[in-house]
């Protein structure tokens, strides 16, 4: 196993890095604390940027147009790309741009045409919706939305909840129980226009990101067409699984970005910061939290590299995955908890990104599958027959 | 928002001690409760609810009624008391230059 970036590599982190501390980090001296947008004239600037130095769209396949970046650069580029306040869930703003929903790259050409390209064009937005309120981490159980087959048409009753984005979606993916009785071999995808009579999006879920909030969306006998279906009747918890699992990876790099920013300030504050006649980094308890900070960045990297690595190769990365955000969302908590120690009054204050981090940070635990599902998919993993 | 309205005048406005410097929305309306606009006092708020809705009372003063919600969510409470307005009246408060992001059924 080969530990050193190649000289590619290099060059790309180099320049992502060089990125956010030119550009990115300045504008941030301007917004508010918990902003999570710049103004579109810098969002056009920057975008322009990207586009020019060939990094947009890191997550499209080349095959629509993406740079092919493998997944083991990629997650190399999210931790540098997310070291700024708003990094955890608005890596540089968006301006490197999005895949829009990657399950829509199996869509049929009908749904492409209809979906996935204006996506990639900026022209269409779309939402993802599992989660409902009976709960978001056992979703192929706790699905309650119906679809009921009606001619060559689906109604479509329930509702989803947590949901980001759909108030200003155009679209979204819509998972619904087709099959009452086949538990996850039930549950269908559908692709459902936010203008489809029937969608509802009942209210704000207030959460502790101030900027980014959830939605709550109510169905009420929305007609659906089967063309709008992606991939295959009762075949569609594969979809949602299969996204969940890949999304891991970049998820706990994010985490990982924000725990190297707040220890580097750490580092550079404890030297200058004087407390009793000796500077803090003179301390030991001071020192212990910059070393314990050390080794948990330093596993939850190569924790989760090995996971992308795993991917790139083609191989089963379902494990890796789990414990990759497993490891860096605890791990990233643990840091900016300490580094809002060593920093005090400051760290706590609006003036610093800790306590945005901090806030945001505490959501990571749970997003995306909380700590003890992966932990079940670990031990499922790892004790094979023997659990069942 | 829960908040009971209240009578907004040159010397309320002088007096007032809204949410004191918290972070927050605030809703200026008209005699009938129709707001006409909606704000929010942010992390970078120099004086925080108290100073923006006194500035925003300087800007419109024929705004009758004020009231307003301390909250940390500040910038998601507002875009929802946008979107809360638009999806009620059709068109955002008329001295709000932003459109809400988003869209609530009615």
Redesign the interface.
Known sequence: MDLELTPEQTLLVDTVRRFVETEILPLELNL?????EIPAEDFERLTAKTKAMGLFGMDIPPEFGGPDIDLVTRTLLAIEMAQHRAGLYVPCYGVFGGAGLAQLFEATEDQKARYLYPTLAGEKKGFFGLSEPSGGSDPARAIQTTAIQDGDDWIINGGKLWIS?A??ADYGLVFARTAPDRGRGGVTCFIVDTDTPG??????V??L?????A?EL?FEDMRIPSANILGELNKGFAIASDRLTRQRIPYAAGCIGVAIKAHAMALEYVPQRETFGAPLSSRQAIQWMLVDNEIDIRQATWITLEAAAKADRGEPFRKEAAMAKLVATEAGGRVVDRCMQMFGGFGVA?DFPFERWFREMRIRRIGEGPSEVQRHIIAREILGASLR | MDARWIQLNDETAASLNAGHGHMGVFELADKNELPLFIGYA???SVGGLSREIREAYQRLPEAALVRWEV???????Y??RL?RHVALHGKPPTHNLDAP?????P
């Open positions: 508010d604390p918990d902003a999570d984005g108030d200003r969608f509802h999006v009942r209210r704000i207030h959460t990101r101030s900027a980014r909030y939605t109510q609006k | 942010g992390g970078r909250t940390t969510s500040y910038l998601s409470r875009q929802e979107m992001k988003g869209q609530l059924s």
